[in-house]
Nanobody, 115 residues
Framework: QVQLVESGGGLVQAGGSLRLSCAASGSIFGIRARGWYRQPPGKERELVAISTSGGGTNYADSVKGRFTISRDVAKNTVYLQMHSLKPEDTAVYYC?????????WGQGTQVTVSS
């Protein structure tokens, strides 16, 4: 089992920045991808950014150039640095991990961007 714990959400004005953190614990050996999804109010969950163990990254078009995903391997932590936040970025953000085809999710952290 893999446990994921997010932190760093909150309320920010449009144009501001936030950094989300996701710490992994448990049976973390073999995790091949880690990333972030989000679920805006009344909408389905969507990919924000993902990072593979091989170093590749992928971003949703809506966040390219504004969000950056990074890893601290020693701390088993993944970060999502968010700049130039927009009201449409308001959502519950979920940390994600894929280990040998099994998916793991964090509990979610709320990000609210006011206009």
């Amino acid at each position: 089992q893999v446990q994921l714990v997010e932190s760093g959400g909150g309320l920010v004005q449009a144009g501001g920045s936030l950094r989300l953190s996701c710490a992994a614990s448990g049976s973390i050996f073999g995790i091949r991808a880690r990333g972030w999804y989000r679920q805006p109010p009344g909408k389905e969950r969507e990919l924000v950014a993902i990072s593979t163990s091989g170093g590749g990254t992928n971003y949703a078009d809506s966040v390219k150039g504004r969000f950056t995903i990074s890893r601290d391997v020693a701390k088993n932590t993944v970060y999502l640095q968010m700049h130039s936040l927009k009201p449409e970025d308001t959502a519950v953000y979920y940390c994600y991990a894929n280990k040998l085809g099994l998916e793991y999710w964090g509990q979610g952290t709320q990000v609210t961007v006011s206009s």
